[in-house]
């Protein structure tokens, strides 16, 4: 329910706000129109009373503090780079951008880095290089996705099968609270177990419970260069089997799989020189060193084989490999390419059920005639699959939703979620209840409520 | 406050609790008596009302909904290993103990294992290995402390330098609520994030906000053996900057310290041939197969001589390394075998401070005339100050109580920590504001509060 309110109270409030913050406070509609949605281009998008870009943690209080007072909502947002629709906007909401809190500051002596919620995934790592360091974490849009939003959605990538995910390195953290309050928690300490994990319950909940403004992440030392096969099956259900004895040897930094339909979309826009006519394409690396590496993706390409590959190709050179990678991370966009507009899956399964889950998404996009390309972040059971979507049609764009629901269904029946690394954002938000159960949704509003009591921050958003 | 109670309503609750229940139920004071304490042998220790040990899931269903019915505090409690009285019982309480709920399931394919809490983090160990397996956590107390209590306090152990704590292995649990519902939380998925990370606030949660009656973690592929050293410096200064930088190397699977006092206590019993004149001992090892792990120990080696150290001696072989690590374990036991009575600290630090933390507990000591020994975890910052007992007078008493006191007020004025693995429990309890802020303390209370508004579990302990 939208509640009327007649223009000039708001007016007169959001010009209050205006003074009081030292950032931009943005009120056009055309100014508001490239912050009404991020990258899953959520058709319920409302409409935003304003948008304020945070300058520092103490516009972040201010617009909170505000916002208690007149239960206003608030929808968090870094670079707007969300694939579930986690920073949709509402109607009569603000959007508390953090896309100008870009402080970082990296510490080599701890191997930590601290960081404004809006430096990019991509200036981090930068920032750690300098340093001969490294931040793992490699989300597919890293060069694009900002470091709070990562937080926020306890985002994965195409590391996280040997390194983890963001979560993994996150030591500290410094939040604004609902009520505009601030807190600190954790620090530049290794092992901390003092009270409650309070810190852990912010990582991953999309914005809905306080606003990281600030974040201490953990750093490695880089990592020898990778070495690469390229691993082609006709049958999708003995890649799938494949990726299961792959994973278990526990050796490989990545392990990564396309689709068909995937390669055909990367082929034409970028002529990689991959097999199109595979039925799926794995990309398997190792980072272990020297012969250690080379050992590893022999025991590899033997397990391929043993599988019933259909050929397995050694990168010529770390810069070979890194080549196929790319190919990889520009797969989302290529297919959104050919297919005009995207569903973006996100779903999960315990490894064993990895090919149930891809013959059953083909089976999906063959009943309903909806074409699905699939990637997959393949050793970690998390797939994406991507629900082409014709537009031109109502009842086309009906059955291309609905496959991306049945997508979900099939998921939940395979023991598995509705999302690996995305968020549940907007656009998951129907199917949560189904895969986590009535009673972890009502103990999510439970400490929802116990956080967020007036529900002003990203309502509609996760649970 | 105790609320006076007639003991024939009390009684003839506790018989109807009783007729519900699988598991025994003890009443009788010399039954009671070894389930009043954990190994912190809280002196604060009260009485409780009766031990219930669960056999099953619907028991601690049961005692729940009883316990909130009637308003009565349930303690939950593993093997009692614990070291901050975490499991300590208060007056009128029901402990709940896990001890019985022992069903232990590996499932080679995923790589996972599911285990009732009351299953010992060693016969964990020995289940996974029977499949070449390896599950990482290893509290120095792994041959007698519960994996429920592991999952409870986030416990640590010696290989987190290199493998982390105990919520990097969690993938799934079931949790009975403080009302008695039950949820289960997570699976055998490696990436998932639907919903608030709920999961992640019961593990550390130290028995505040549900019982742990079921838990899913991850197992890896067991290392190679591992190469050892052993480094002594005459100066704890040198020593912990040695470490700092043995640390960043990022290459170590162990990297552990005992101070002059330790090593005593340790010889005394078990003569392994430690040099009792160093103010530090090292152990140092890799896990890094071959020649990597050579290399790795060799510049950890020379990383030490550059840091002044008196010796590095290489074990000769895996076993010799072994016996070294060995002494480390029975550091807390020998110790203990010398002084009678022990407060036993987990402070942590940031490392660059863990010489300044050494340093000043070295002066809490002398200034207070109150043998402290030091045990650490040196890679991680958490050190293990064992405050000794001095029970022959009441002054003496008040002047260690006093000593580990100080030592928790130093580590708060060092960024650090008042307990890096074991919980805040009861003991530290008083530390845990100045610890973590009043406001952090209140967010504490607010989560409790959703999950246990009656405050029946656990009261007194974490928070």
């Not at 009327?4 to 959001?14: C, G, H, M």
């Not at 430096?119 to 931040?135: I, P, R």
């Not at 092992?191 to 306080?210: H, N, R, W």
Request: proline share 6%; aromatic share 4%.
């Amino acid at each position: 329910m939208t509640i009327a309110r007649t223009p000039a109270p708001i007016d007169a409030l959001l010009a209050q706000l205006r003074a009081e913050i030292v950032g931009p406070m943005l009120t056009a509609p055309s100014a508001l129109e490239p912050y009404r949605r991020d990258r899953a281009a959520d058709p319920n998008a409302g409409t935003p009373l304003a948008v304020v870009r945070a300058q520092s943690v103490a516009d972040v209080q201010t617009v909170l503090r505000f916002a208690s007072e007149h239960t206003i909502a608030v929808i968090p947002r870094g670079a707007g780079s969300g694939l579930s629709g986690g920073s949709s906007a509402v109607d009569g909401a603000i959007i508390l951008s953090t896309e100008d809190m870009r402080g970082i500051a990296v510490d080599p002596i701890t191997m930590t880095v601290t960081a404004g919620p809006g430096v990019m995934n991509a200036e981090l790592k930068a920032a750690a290089a300098e340093h001969g360091l490294w931040y793992p974490p490699d989300p597919a849009s890293f060069e694009f996705c900002s470091i709070g939003g990562n937080v926020a959605t306890n985002a994965g990538g195409l590391c996280c099968v040997k390194y983890g995910v963001t979560r993994d390195y996150v030591l500290g953290m410094t939040v604004v609270l609902a009520d505009g309050s601030v807190v600190e928690l954790g620090g530049r300490l290794i092992k901390d177990v003092a009270g409650l994990p309070l810190m852990q319950l912010f990582i991953g909940s999309e914005g809905t419970l306080g606003v990281i403004v600030s974040v201490t992440l953990r750093l490695r030392a880089a990592p020898p260069p990778s070495s690469t096969v390229l691993v082609t099956f006709d049958d999708i259900d003995a890649a799938g089997a494949a990726v299961l004895a792959l994973a278990r040897t526990g050796r490989l930094s990545m392990l990564e799989l396309m689709d068909r339909t995937t390669v055909e979309c990367v082929e034409r826009l970028h002529a990689g020189g991959l097999d199109t006519t595979a039925a799926a394409t794995l990309i398997v690396q190792s980072d272990e060193p020297g012969e250690a590496g080379q050992a590893a993706l022999a025991a590899a390409a033997e397990i391929c084989s043993a599988g019933g590959c259909v050929s397995v190709r050694q990168a010529a050179s770390v810069e070979e490999g890194e080549r196929w990678t790319t190919l990889r991370r520009v797969a989302i966009p290529s297919v959104e390419a050919a297919a005009g507009s995207l569903l973006l899956g996100d779903v999960g399964v315990p490894l064993p059920s990895l090919g149930a889950l891809m013959a059953g998404i083909e089976s999906i996009s063959r009943e309903s005639g909806v074409p699905i390309a699939l990637i997959a972040h393949a050793g970690d059971g998390n797939t994406h699959p991507l629900v082409m979507r014709d537009t031109t049609s109502a009842e086309a764009i009906a059955r291309a939703d609905a496959a991306y629901g049945r997508v979900m269904d099939l998921a939940i029946a395979l023991d598995g979620t509705i999302t690996g690394e995305h968020g549940v954002g907007r656009l998951k938000q129907p199917w949560l209840a189904a895969n986590v159960g009535d009673d972890v949704v009502r103990l999510n509003e439970a400490v929802k409520a116990a956080l967020d009591p007036q529900r002003i921050l990203n309502p509609g958003a996760a649970f």
